[in-house]
């Protein structure tokens, strides 16, 4: 008897670490077949975590403009929706106001003239109701709707539920019959309106997850959503994970009889001003005298491809050392076609393991570290000369993740570089309210991979 199988789904690299080097995959009865973009050297790597039985590439996807604009049209109406229903303008700062062509110009401009006509959320969801209409005119649907009977999938998984493509997938998936899930694939992506797809389960990180689900699209069924967790958590759990710290120490050049302060980039769009933050840290431990008791470690984001960072890190080469993320990444260099190898999940863990504390501009980072009862540091002051002008620190705290928040002393504010010294040197453990968020927002995250697995066998 022919076996079932699970279509997965990986629409770009960065769902590989999260999904397929964690136990999700693992010992699974079912034929496991790839359904992807990627390039050869990527499939090895996936092979050597997951037994992978057959592997299909997604046929090419030309978005028609008629599919665009209502994309789009939509994505500003739920943002417009989003703002009212939570009291926060950060949201619309995740639509682009500022077009650099003409033709965009036009485009955009048309979309935003629209929007106002489309307030009431029962016209949002007819434009919804055009938008799946529209994309099943596209030869893409066809084209993937014939690979979808020929394979027969018991159920599509899908690792990142915004990717343009996996909206044509899942419609043609539905159509046949074939039972679809995806997760939400990071805890801000809810209120950013940027949800391709519709599916018959929505694999959610937390109760708090499922309560903004509910909120942003109501007309999703409450027994559509389950609380999985996410698997990107389990890994600190395993000790196998951590790379023996005399190795650490060495491949790094780190001080044993130092402590470490761990600095943790946010990418260029994010946090413009890093690298001045990080000239802070470093001079003000340097006038302090205090390079003798401390070094920084620093890891870049991942996709951060400037060198924004190389003039800092040169004048303060004996105070900074790099750990730079052991990601792959293609020719494009861009961020959907990079994903981490399995020794960056070992160097990430190892990072927050011997690092004292984490300092970085309102990153997930946080989250990672109190895996081990590592507090975090917020910067939360602008620099003087700006690297862009009408960014502000005050504007990431505003965005609507950071409300889950359940007291603000879950972090160290770092409100100038005044207090550098007496905030990055506090040694101790997270706070009571840093356990309680990490609680919120990571929830089930122990038991994330056997939760997903349960669900997809229930097909």
């Given at each position: 008897m022919e076996k079932d199988k699970i279509l997965l789904l990986f629409p770009d690299g960065v769902g590989i670490r999260n999904y397929l080097y964690a136990d999700v995959f693992k010992d699974m009865k079912e034929d496991l077949v790839l359904f992807h973009?990627?390039?050869?050297?990527?499939?090895?790597?996936?092979?050597?975590?997951?037994?992978?039985?057959?592997?299909?590439?997604?046929?090419?996807?030309?978005?028609?403009?008629?599919?665009?604009?209502?994309?789009?049209?939509?994505?500003?109406?739920?943002?417009?929706?989003n703002t009212q229903k939570v009291k926060n303008t950060s949201l619309l700062t995740n639509w682009n106001w500022n077009q650099n062509t003409f033709s965009k110009?036009?485009?955009?401009?048309?979309?935003?003239?629209?929007?106002?006509?489309?307030?009431?959320?029962?016209?949002?969801?007819?434009?919804?109701?055009?938008?799946?209409?529209?994309?099943?005119?596209?030869?893409?649907?066809?084209?993937?709707?014939?690979?979808?009977k020929k394979v027969q999938p018991s159920v599509v998984f899908c690792s990142h539920q915004r990717a343009l493509k996996v909206a044509g997938i899942f419609a043609a998936a539905t159509d046949l019959g074939i039972k679809t899930a995806t997760v939400i694939y990071s805890w801000d992506n809810l209120p950013k309106a940027r949800m391709a797809l519709r599916a018959d389960h929505y694999l959610v990180w937390s109760d708090y997850m499922k309560a903004e689900l509910q909120l942003y699209y109501p007309e999703i069924p409450v027994k559509s959503i389950a609380v999985t967790g996410t698997p990107q958590f389990e890994f600190y759990a395993d000790e196998k994970n951590r790379i023996?710290?005399?190795?650490?120490?060495?491949r790094y050049n780190l001080d044993p009889n130092k402590k470490i302060i761990c600095f943790s980039g946010d990418d260029t769009k994010t946090s413009p001003d890093d690298p001045a933050y990080l000239n802070d840290i470093a001079e003000e431990l340097t006038k302090a005298s205090l390079q003798d008791e401390y070094q920084i470690l620093f890891r870049r984001c991942p996709v951060?491809?400037?060198?924004?960072?190389?003039?800092?890190?040169?004048?303060?080469?004996?105070?900074?050392?790099?750990?730079?993320?052991?990601?792959?990444?293609?020719?494009?260099n861009e961020w959907n076609t990079v994903y981490p190898s399995i020794e960056d999940v070992k160097l990430l863990i190892s990072s927050a393991f011997y690092s004292d504390i984490v300092v970085n501009v309102g990153s997930t980072m946080a989250f990672d570290f109190?895996?081990?009862?590592?507090?975090?540091?917020?910067?939360?002051?602008?620099q003087q000369e700006k690297k862009v002008k009408d960014w502000s620190v005050n504007m990431i705290y505003q965005f609507q993740h950071f409300k889950s928040m359940p007291d603000k002393s879950a972090v160290i504010w770092l409100n100038s570089k005044q207090e550098i010294v007496e905030k990055v040197t506090l040694q101790k453990n997270c706070s009571p309210a840093m356990i309680e968020w990490k609680n919120i927002v990571l929830e089930e995250y122990q038991n994330a991979s056997l939760k997903i697995k349960q669900i997809l066998k229930a097909h």
């Amino acid at each position: 008897m022919e076996k079932d199988k699970i279509l997965l789904l990986f629409p770009d690299g960065v769902g590989i670490r999260n999904y397929l080097y964690a136990d999700v995959f693992k010992d699974m009865k079912e034929d496991l077949v790839l359904f992807h973009n990627f390039d050869p050297e990527t499939v090895t790597a996936i092979k050597d975590n997951v037994l992978i039985d057959d592997e299909i590439t997604i046929p090419a996807y030309k978005e028609s403009a008629k599919e665009k604009f209502l994309r789009e049209l939509i994505c500003l109406c739920r943002l417009y929706h989003n703002t009212q229903k939570v009291k926060n303008t950060s949201l619309l700062t995740n639509w682009n106001w500022n077009q650099n062509t003409f033709s965009k110009k036009v485009f955009y401009k048309l979309i935003e003239a629209a929007a106002p006509f489309f307030k009431k959320y029962s016209n949002i969801l007819k434009l919804e109701k055009h938008y799946q209409k529209a994309i099943r005119q596209n030869v893409f649907y066809d084209e993937v709707k014939e690979i979808l009977k020929k394979v027969q999938p018991s159920v599509v998984f899908c690792s990142h539920q915004r990717a343009l493509k996996v909206a044509g997938i899942f419609a043609a998936a539905t159509d046949l019959g074939i039972k679809t899930a995806t997760v939400i694939y990071s805890w801000d992506n809810l209120p950013k309106a940027r949800m391709a797809l519709r599916a018959d389960h929505y694999l959610v990180w937390s109760d708090y997850m499922k309560a903004e689900l509910q909120l942003y699209y109501p007309e999703i069924p409450v027994k559509s959503i389950a609380v999985t967790g996410t698997p990107q958590f389990e890994f600190y759990a395993d000790e196998k994970n951590r790379i023996d710290k005399g190795t650490f120490y060495k491949r790094y050049n780190l001080d044993p009889n130092k402590k470490i302060i761990c600095f943790s980039g946010d990418d260029t769009k994010t946090s413009p001003d890093d690298p001045a933050y990080l000239n802070d840290i470093a001079e003000e431990l340097t006038k302090a005298s205090l390079q003798d008791e401390y070094q920084i470690l620093f890891r870049r984001c991942p996709v951060d491809f400037s060198g924004r960072y190389d003039a800092v890190v040169k004048k303060y080469k004996d105070l900074i050392k790099e750990a730079a993320p052991l990601w792959y990444f293609n020719i494009a260099n861009e961020w959907n076609t990079v994903y981490p190898s399995i020794e960056d999940v070992k160097l990430l863990i190892s990072s927050a393991f011997y690092s004292d504390i984490v300092v970085n501009v309102g990153s997930t980072m946080a989250f990672d570290f109190a895996m081990f009862d590592k507090p975090c540091v917020f910067i939360n002051y602008d620099q003087q000369e700006k690297k862009v002008k009408d960014w502000s620190v005050n504007m990431i705290y505003q965005f609507q993740h950071f409300k889950s928040m359940p007291d603000k002393s879950a972090v160290i504010w770092l409100n100038s570089k005044q207090e550098i010294v007496e905030k990055v040197t506090l040694q101790k453990n997270c706070s009571p309210a840093m356990i309680e968020w990490k609680n919120i927002v990571l929830e089930e995250y122990q038991n994330a991979s056997l939760k997903i697995k349960q669900i997809l066998k229930a097909h």
